[in-house]
């Protein structure tokens, strides 16, 4: 809810004589209040006040009404629904007829709030203001701020990240250690409204400024601060072409405007790929308008190839003499090779493949892209809590075949050429529709891999997204599942989780989803479980 802040960090006997643009109006011959304020204790309670009126009264539509999931409830035509109080603050009644005593209430606070009433008579308008505890606004970082309760005044010193709104003054402040919060209306060095751009403030500005938190659905805003202090960005970074460098390397070129005494490039002496080569100044040119104009620094590095698997970034630091060091971010693809389809990247043998983990078991995980799919095998070294469904993996290295099961493999020893988790998953994802898998289409299965060789990764079999209704029974030390009336050949679960108890559905028919992943012994077909549940 926003509130109008009229008074920042001033001692309460001079209440009345802060930042207001208008006098405040106390009374009339005929319509008044014995107070135009009122304090509440942060403890909680209640504090009352008499109202002499000549007829019907109410107090002014000012705050938006807000849901019991915090956001501001919207009327037919999406405006904001407004009401008499913020939601913070009751009144026994809101309007009336005649004088009354009027008697308000809050809640315990943990910092001092404070809102600006209007009640109305006739062509006549009282102020009342209700205060709860102080509200001195205190320093305190952004994370600060966000955790902070809304109502509570904070000084908060950080950059201007970006600009959304040039009239009201809406922008974004993040400090040192990176936290953010939303500024939302910025007063003029008069305090007032809608005369932003006065300031002059531009992204990459150190800014302090002074406010009361509020939070708006679930976005943490400083509402209608005042500027205590601006330090001006003498050195921005114009930008950076290309923002990433092949594998093969070559020059990099940034772009840099100052108003400063020149400006230094420096590469950490732990990045021996990036070397710094020269810098060429452009003077500004001066108009009538500005004075002083921003000068420029074309500066140029060289990159190295990158002859490593694996991506690399690095920070080259730039300074003035007139401002603190700023970085900017080098990147360089790797060595590998380009990423391909999965079933594209079979013939090529040593493959660079990108797709989404889509099921998890004992021995590793299958990964799926578009195209298809594949096992990524570890053996018993597989830690299966350092995966999530959904995570987004490359991996390089050799395709290979493991009873016609498409794979790559570490064998549980020295780990893939490359795997770079990109993103990580949620815990669930959305698969395809599965193949039914009935008797005919298991014979056909089982029949595709004759005269293929099984350690041949282009003779595996597809690994498809499947489902089979059939009934669990034992074979010897193993449990199999078997369609009706059919045994020529059968399923078997590869390397099943505990999460998953066949042993329970012994005899017992049940739906399975889930990979096909090999076929063992020229007849068992082999499952990696994605879900399992009775047939009923």
């Known amino acids: 809810m926003k509130l109008k802040y009229i008074i ?85 009644k809101v309007s009336g007829n005649g004088s009354t005593t009027i008697k308000f209430s809050a809640e315990a606070s943990e910092s001092g709030r404070e809102a600006e009433l209007q009640i109305k008579c006739g062509s006549k308008t009282l102020f009342l203001v209700v205060r709860q505890g102080s509200v001195e606004a205190v320093e305190a970082s952004c994370k600060e701020v966000i955790d902070g309760p ?54 990459g500005d150190v800014v302090k400024v002074s406010g009361p938190k509020t939070t708006y659905g679930e976005t943490v805003e400083l509402v209608d601060v005042t500027v205590l202090s601006i330090e001006k960005a003498l050195l921005k970074i114009e930008k950076v072409e290309p923002a990433e460098v092949s594998k093969e390397g070559g020059d990099l070129t940034v772009t840099v405007t100052m108003k400063g005494k020149g400006v230094y490039a420096e590469v950490p002496e732990d990045i021996d790929w990036i070397s710094y080569k020269k810098t ?54 790797s060595n590998a090779p380009d990423v391909k389809p999965i079933t594209e990247a079979v013939a090529d043998g040593f493959a660079h493949i990108q797709g989404t983990v889509m099921a998890i078991c004992n021995r ?30 490359e991996i390089v290295d050799t395709f290979a ?35 039914v898998i009935d008797a005919a289409k298991l014979a056909e299965i089982v029949a595709s891999i004759d005269g293929k060789d099984k350690a041949k990764a282009t003779d595996a079999i597809e690994i498809q997204y499947v489902e089979i209704t059939g009934t669990p029974k034992k074979s010897g030390s193993y449990t199999n599942i078997y ?54």
């Open 8 to 92: 920042a960090a001033i001692a309460s006997a001079a209440i009345f004589a802060g930042c207001q643009t208008e006098p405040m109006v106390g009374s009339f011959e005929d319509f008044s209040t014995n107070t135009s304020y009122i304090s509440i204790p942060v403890a909680g309670g209640s504090q009352e006040v008499n109202l002499t009126a000549p007829e019907a009264w109410s107090f002014a539509k000012l705050f938006d009404l807000k849901g019991e999931d915090g956001k501001v409830v919207k009327d037919e035509n999406d405006k904001n629904v407004k009401t008499e109080l913020p939601d913070w603050l009751t009144a026994d």
């Open 150 to 203: 809304d109502g509570k005044s904070y000084i908060v010193k950080g950059t201007v990240t970006s600009i959304v709104n040039t009239t009201y003054g809406n922008w974004y402040l993040q400090d040192e250690a990176g936290d953010e919060v939303y500024i939302y209306g910025t007063l003029d060095k008069d305090g007032k409204t809608k005369n932003f751009l006065s300031l002059g403030l531009e992204v």
């Open 280 to 333: 060429e100044f452009k003077a500004g040119k001066a108009t009538l308008f500005e004075k002083n104009p921003a000068d420029t620094a074309v500066i140029s590095f060289s990159v190295a190839p990158n002859e490593g698997l694996m991506p690399r970034t690095g920070s080259v630091n730039l300074s003035s003499s007139d401002n603190k060091s700023i970085s900017f971010s080098v990147s360089q693809k």
């Open 364 to 393: 590793g995980y299958i990964l799926a892209d578009e195209s298809g799919a594949m096992l990524a095998y570890y053996g018993s070294a597989f830690k299966a809590d350092n995966y999530k469904l959904g995570d987004e993996i």
């Open 401 to 435: 075949a493991y009873n016609y099961g498409l794979q790559m493999s570490c064998d549980g020893k020295e780990g893939f050429v490359l795997e770079n988790k990109i993103k990580a998953g949620s815990g669930s994802v959305t698969y395809p529709d599965p193949v």
């Open 483 to 536: 369609l009706d009336d059919y045994d020529a050949a059968d399923f078997s679960a590869y390397q099943l989780p505990a999460s998953f108890d066949l042993e329970s559905k012994i005899d017992k028919k049940v739906v399975i989803r889930g990979y096909l992943q090999s076929i063992s012994g020229g007849k068992h077909v082999n499952i990696v479980f994605t879900s399992m549940e009775d047939a009923n």
